[in-house]
């Protein structure tokens, strides 16, 4: 009997995936999940869009230095139980409604305030917008230096503080030169 050869065609191999991916919890211990060169994207979900406030119904509703001032102590009052860092820093501030209806201003007395107010800023202005329904609400900070009393740290100092309020007392500063004001 002669053997005979037979030569079978090669069968075609599938493509493996390029990087193998480590298995998942389910799978056997060992056993390796190659990782898929086909990528879905997630389904988004349409989000609904809010109704917006006409323009015309938010022009209707006045808005002058009274309903700021009310909108403000809301504000302080809402920062107050949410926001501590922020009420602290608002908190006894003085707001005035500069040109316009749709900008206002914050009273500071150091520039360092607007910098400090910016991590809030935008979360204050959302909520203000929308108690108010002006949805151009805006507002910036304004730095006024107050002057403020000299503190008095020497004898000398002390002496023409007390002057200022009594000139009397020079009087008796030249009658009893021996006593130190």
Same mark, same amino acid.
């Given at each position: 009997?002669?053997?005979?050869?037979?030569? *079978?065609? %090669? =069968? $075609?191999?599938? @493509? #493996? &995936? *390029?990087? %193998? =991916? $480590?298995?998942? @919890? #389910? &799978?056997?211990?060992?056993?390796?999940?190659?990782? #898929?060169?086909?990528?879905?994207?997630?389904?988004?979900?349409?989000?609904?869009?809010?109704?917006?406030?006409?323009?015309?119904?938010?022009?209707?509703?006045?808005?002058?230095?009274?309903?700021?001032?009310?909108?403000?102590?809301?504000?302080?009052?809402?920062?107050?139980?949410?926001?501590?860092?922020?009420?602290?820093?608002?908190?006894?501030?003085?707001?005035?409604?500069?040109?316009?209806?749709?900008?206002?201003?914050?009273?500071?007395?150091?520039?360092?305030?607007?910098?400090?107010?910016?991590?809030?800023?935008?979360?204050?202005?959302?909520?203000?917008?929308?108690?108010?329904?002006?949805?151009?609400?805006?507002?910036?900070?304004?730095?006024?230096?107050?002057?403020?009393?000299?503190?008095?740290?020497?004898?000398?100092?002390?002496?023409?503080?007390?002057?200022?309020?009594?000139?009397?007392?020079?009087?008796?500063?030249?009658?009893?030169?021996?006593?130190?004001?």
């Amino acid at each position: 009997m002669a053997a005979s050869l037979r030569t *079978e065609a %090669p =069968v $075609a191999t599938l @493509p #493996s &995936a *390029e990087t %193998p =991916v $480590a298995a998942s @919890p #389910s &799978a056997p211990v060992g056993a390796v999940r190659l990782a #898929s060169s086909l990528r879905v994207a997630p389904k988004e979900t349409p989000r609904p869009e809010p109704d917006p406030l006409p323009v015309a119904e938010a022009e209707k509703t006045p808005f002058g230095n009274d309903e700021l001032q009310t909108l403000w102590a809301e504000v302080i009052d809402h920062l107050r139980q949410s926001n501590p860092e922020a009420f602290k820093l608002l908190d006894g501030r003085e707001v005035r409604l500069a040109e316009g209806d749709d900008l206002f201003t914050i009273v500071a007395d150091s520039s360092l305030l607007d910098q400090e107010l910016r991590p809030y800023k935008v979360s204050i202005l959302e909520w203000m917008r929308t108690r108010s329904h002006r949805p151009q609400l805006n507002c910036q900070v304004i730095v006024e230096h107050v002057e403020r009393e000299k503190l008095i740290y020497a004898p000398r100092d002390k002496y023409e503080a007390m002057l200022a309020k009594n000139p009397t007392l020079e009087t008796f500063h030249v009658l009893f030169p021996e006593i130190d004001y």
